[in-house]
C-alpha cells in the first residue's frame, strides 16, 4: 500500500473507532451498535480493491479487538473484518465509478449480516455463546438496519477521501514520459469530441493524398500546355 492510502486509511479508522466507542456504543439501542468501522473498512475496500481492503479490515479489527472496552478474544473482530474488507474489495466498480446507490447499500447490508454471522461463529468456535442469549435474529436486522441507516452519511464522503488519495492516470497505469501522456490525452480527446486519434490521423493522411493528387493534377496539366 502507498504512503496516502496507509495514512488516510489510518486517520479514518483512529476516527471512526473513536466515535463508535465513545458515541454510538453509548446510545443504548436495542440490538446490535451501529458499526461506523465497518462501513469505513467497506468505503475504502470500494476504492482501493480487495488487498488493501483486507489489509485495513485486519488493521481495523485488531485495534477494535485490543481497545477498551473490548470484553472478547484478540483477533476475532480483525479476522472478521479481514474477511469482509476482501470480499468488499472484489465489488470494487470499474473506474472507480458508481453508477448508482444500489449496489453500494447491497453490499453494506450483505457486511453487516455477514459480519454478524462471522462473528459469532468465530465466538461459537472459542466458546463465546454471547449471540445465543442476545439473539442472534435480532441482531442480524438491527445490524442491517442501523448500518443501513448510517451508510449514505459516511460512505459517499470515504469514498470521495479515498479518491482523493489515488495518483494521477498517468503513473497509475504505470506509463512515464510522452507515451503515456499522449495516451491519457488520447483519452480525454476521444472522450470529449467522440472521435478517436486513430480515425483522426486517418482523416488527416486521406485529406493529405487527396490535397497531393489535385496538386499533381494541376502540375500535369500545365505542362500539357
Same mark, same amino acid.
Given at each position: 500500500?502507498?504512503?496516502?492510502?496507509?495514512?488516510?486509511?489510518?486517520?479514518?479508522?483512529?476516527?471512526?473507532?473513536?466515535?463508535?466507542?465513545?458515541?454510538?456504543?453509548?446510545?443504548?439501542?436495542?440490538?446490535?451498535?451501529?458499526?461506523?468501522?465497518?462501513?469505513? *473498512?467497506?468505503?475504502? +475496500?470500494? &476504492?482501493?480493491?480487495?488487498?488493501?481492503? %483486507? #489489509?485495513? /479490515?485486519?488493521?481495523? !479489527?485488531?485495534? @477494535?479487538?485490543?481497545?477498551?472496552?473490548?470484553?472478547?478474544?484478540?483477533?476475532?473482530?480483525?479476522?472478521?473484518?479481514?474477511?469482509?474488507?476482501?470480499?468488499?474489495?472484489?465489488?470494487?466498480?470499474?473506474?472507480?465509478?458508481?453508477?448508482?446507490?444500489?449496489?453500494?447499500?447491497? *453490499?453494506?447490508?450483505? +457486511?453487516? &449480516?455477514?459480519?454478524?454471522?462471522?462473528? %459469532? #461463529?468465530? /465466538?461459537?468456535?472459542? !466458546?463465546?455463546? @454471547?449471540?445465543?442469549?442476545?439473539?442472534?435474529?435480532?441482531?442480524?436486522?438491527?445490524?442491517?438496519?442501523?448500518?443501513?441507516?448510517?451508510?449514505?452519511?459516511?460512505?459517499?464522503?470515504?469514498?470521495?477521501?479515498?479518491?482523493?488519495?489515488?495518483?494521477?492516470?498517468?503513473?497509475?497505469?504505470?506509463?512515464?514520459?510522452?507515451?503515456?501522456?499522449?495516451?491519457?490525452? %488520447?483519452?480525454?480527446?476521444?472522450?470529449?469530441?467522440?472521435?478517436?486519434?486513430?480515425?483522426?490521423?486517418?482523416?488527416?493522411?486521406?485529406?493529405?493524398?487527396?490535397?497531393?493528387?489535385?496538386?499533381?493534377?494541376?502540375?500535369?496539366?500545365?505542362?500539357?500546355?
Amino acid at each position: 500500500m502507498r504512503v496516502n492510502r496507509v495514512l488516510l486509511s489510518t486517520a479514518l479508522v483512529v476516527l471512526a473507532l473513536m466515535i463508535q466507542v465513545s458515541v454510538l456504543a453509548r446510545l443504548q439501542l436495542p440490538g446490535a451498535v451501529p458499526d461506523l468501522l465497518l462501513l469505513t *473498512v467497506l468505503g475504502l +475496500a470500494l &476504492v482501493y480493491g480487495h488487498t488493501a481492503g %483486507a #489489509l485495513i /479490515g485486519f488493521g481495523a !479489527g485488531l485495534l @477494535a479487538d485490543i481497545a477498551p472496552p473490548a470484553d472478547h478474544a484478540a483477533g476475532r473482530y480483525a479476522l472478521v473484518l479481514c474477511v469482509i474488507g476482501y470480499v468488499a474489495g472484489l465489488f470494487k466498480p470499474d473506474k472507480g465509478q458508481l453508477r448508482s446507490a444500489l449496489g453500494p447499500m447491497a *453490499v453494506v447490508v450483505a +457486511a453487516a &449480516v455477514g459480519s454478524t454471522l462471522l462473528y %459469532a #461463529l468465530v /465466538g461459537a468456535l472459542v !466458546g463465546d455463546s @454471547a449471540a445465543r442469549h442476545v439473539g442472534l435474529g435480532s441482531l442480524l436486522f438491527t445490524a442491517a438496519l442501523y448500518d443501513l441507516l448510517l451508510a449514505p452519511f459516511t460512505v459517499p464522503l470515504i469514498v470521495a477521501l479515498a479518491r482523493r488519495t489515488e495518483r494521477d492516470p498517468v503513473t497509475e497505469n504505470g506509463g512515464s514520459g510522452a507515451a503515456a501522456t499522449k495516451d491519457v490525452a %488520447a483519452g480525454w480527446l476521444s472522450a470529449g469530441t467522440g472521435l478517436s486519434i486513430g480515425k483522426q490521423r486517418g482523416s488527416f493522411k486521406a485529406r493529405a493524398t487527396r490535397a497531393r493528387v489535385a496538386r499533381a493534377g494541376r502540375i500535369k496539366g500545365v505542362k500539357r500546355l
